[in-house]
């Protein structure tokens, strides 16, 4: 712990497990006060323990928040501001995944992925970014996928949804790093998580799973992302496993 953050407020959507949970402890433990924001009540109740129990003087805010809902977005930034009075680093970390080939999707599948992955990144960067920009300070993190960055076999509705984020990024940068605000993308690759598993991408029985990331590996990347020097932005880190091949199928035998 560096405190490195000390005295900055961070946001974090879909906190309440895997990566962004991970990072909210990782941010609150370099001294960040903490805005936390899923559905489940329960788990950003038990969070908001964890960051109290850190005792490196965090606090935490947690306000339950269907991110795909413009009013939900708009009680959430008003809860977060009223609290903290601002936020100087967004990471949109929200996300669902379902596997699947365009004969077996739906357009329910389709809906509910490119809402949650992308219309929420949109609500909470437009919520957020504005006043980071009038400061001319702040950070607005990405939790992408390698799903973002190349086609995958059984992930098109995924894909898709990763890529329109991935632009939405490159996109924000342009208009982001002219206020000195920083963007940054965290692409990883295989995560131990329950996201695979809900996704239907993977079995909990799979040995190989030892062997893939874990949440707080991606964590920690955040903080990397969230304390860059003053003259310098880091706007995208690849991540993968030591034994995930950057291709899909590629070494398989």
Same mark, same amino acid.
């Given at each position: 712990?560096?405190?490195?953050?000390?005295?900055?407020?961070?946001?974090?959507?879909?906190? /309440?497990?895997?990566?962004?949970?991970?990072?909210?402890?990782?941010?609150?433990?370099?001294?960040?006060?903490?805005?936390?924001?899923?559905?489940? +009540?329960?788990?950003?109740?038990?969070?908001?323990?964890? =960051?109290?129990?850190?005792?490196?003087?965090?606090?935490?805010?947690?306000?339950?928040?269907?991110?795909?809902?413009?009013?939900?977005?708009?009680?959430? +930034?008003?809860?977060?501001?009223?609290?903290?009075?601002?936020?100087?680093?967004?990471?949109?970390?929200?996300?669902?995944?379902?596997?699947?080939?365009?004969?077996?999707?739906?357009?329910?599948?389709?809906?509910?992925?490119?809402?949650?992955?992308?219309?929420?990144?949109?609500?909470?960067?437009?919520?957020?970014?504005?006043?980071?920009?009038?400061?001319?300070?702040?950070?607005?993190?990405?939790?992408?996928? =390698?799903?973002?960055?190349?086609?995958?076999?059984?992930?098109?509705?995924?894909?898709?949804?990763?890529?329109?984020?991935?632009?939405?990024?490159?996109?924000?940068?342009?208009?982001?790093?002219?206020?000195?605000?920083? =963007?940054?993308?965290?692409?990883?690759?295989?995560?131990?998580?329950?996201?695979?598993?809900?996704?239907?991408?993977?079995?909990? /029985?799979?040995?190989?799973?030892?062997?893939?990331?874990?949440?707080?590996?991606?964590?920690?990347?955040?903080?990397?992302?969230?304390?860059?020097?003053?003259?310098?932005?880091?706007?995208?880190?690849?991540?993968?496993?030591?034994?995930?091949?950057?291709?899909?199928?590629?070494? +398989?035998?």
């Amino acid at each position: 712990m560096t405190g490195k953050l000390t005295g900055k407020v961070a946001l974090i959507t879909g906190a /309440s497990r895997g990566i962004g949970r991970a990072a909210a402890l990782a941010l609150a433990k370099e001294g960040a006060q903490v805005v936390v924001t899923a559905r489940t +009540k329960a788990d950003l109740d038990t969070l908001v323990k964890e =960051v109290k129990a850190l005792k490196t003087g965090a606090k935490a805010l947690a306000v339950p928040a269907d991110l795909r809902k413009e009013k939900d977005v708009d009680k959430l +930034k008003a809860k977060a501001l009223a609290t903290f009075g601002q936020v100087d680093i967004l990471v949109n970390n929200a996300g669902v995944g379902k596997a699947g080939t365009i004969a077996t999707l739906t357009t329910e599948d389709y809906d509910w992925m490119m809402d949650t992955n992308m219309r929420s990144t949109w609500l909470c960067t437009k919520a957020f970014f504005p006043a980071m920009v009038e400061r001319q300070d702040g950070a607005v993190i990405f939790i992408g996928s =390698v799903a973002g960055l190349m086609g995958i076999p059984g992930e098109a509705l995924y894909n898709a949804s990763k890529f329109a984020q991935m632009g939405f990024a490159q996109a924000l940068d342009y208009e982001a790093h002219q206020h000195n605000v920083r =963007v940054s993308m965290i692409a990883p690759g295989g995560v131990h998580t329950h996201f695979g598993f809900e996704s239907g991408w993977r079995d909990p /029985s799979d040995a190989k799973l030892k062997e893939f990331l874990d949440s707080e590996d991606v964590a920690d990347a955040v903080v990397f992302a969230a304390t860059q020097p003053p003259k310098g932005r880091i706007f995208m880190i690849g991540m993968r496993p030591m034994r995930e091949a950057l291709t899909p199928g590629a070494g +398989k035998k």
